[in-house]
């Protein structure tokens, strides 16, 4: 900065003094802080009580990165895509969904992944949680339930893909 300066104006810059981003003082502190508290996130980890070593935790995360994935986020992202655009005939509105194969905006790819996602969990539920449940009624009425669920998820991804491409996907996958 101080090189533009002077081949700009031909005025002569003394030294310029820039302080650490972090003072002696606070790194002192901060060191103090983590010798103190090693021990104790050692015996954390032993005793194997951190986050990391909740199942819960995972289960989100391997939930998330299947959204995020199914619903095509990081092509949005690397490619700017934006989530919706301004209609052309009424500047007011925006639009979400975008009628053609020759673009897409990224609330498509988030509304499809969603869907997916709702299948996805409902299939899990289905296989893990019910056989638990002794009351034959109960599993019966939950199976049925995220059935008809995931039926729902399923169609409107194809009624999606239906009005996006113009082209029919055959009878038989969604007709009942």
Do not use: C
């Not at 980890?45 to 998330?64: D, E, P, Q, R």
């Not at 959204?67 to 007011?92: E, L, Q």
């Not at 002794?134 to 019966?140: P, T």
């Not at 996006?164 to 055959?170: A, E, I, Y």
């Amino acid at each position: 900065m101080a090189e533009f300066i002077e081949a700009k104006t031909k005025l002569t810059v003394g030294p310029i003094h820039q302080p650490g981003f972090i003072s002696k003082k606070l790194k002192i502190i901060i060191i103090t802080l983590g010798l103190i508290l090693t021990p104790f996130l050692v015996r954390k980890i032993v005793a194997g009580n951190t986050l990391l070593h909740k199942k819960h935790i995972w289960m989100a995360g391997s939930v998330f990165v299947y959204f995020f994935s199914a619903s095509g986020t990081m092509y949005n992202v690397i490619n700017k895509i934006p989530i919706a655009m301004v209609d052309r005939d009424d500047p007011k509105k925006l639009v979400f969904f975008y009628d053609g194969n020759g673009m897409q905006l990224g609330a498509e790819g988030v509304t499809v992944g969603f869907l997916y996602t709702i299948f996805r969990l409902l299939l899990a539920f289905i296989t893990h949680v019910p056989v638990h449940v002794k009351s034959r009624n109960i599993q019966r009425l939950v199976m049925l339930l995220a059935i008809f669920v995931s039926f729902w998820a399923v169609k409107k991804v194809i009624y999606l893909y239906n009005w996006k491409t113009g082209s029919g996907l055959p009878a038989y996958t969604y007709r009942m």
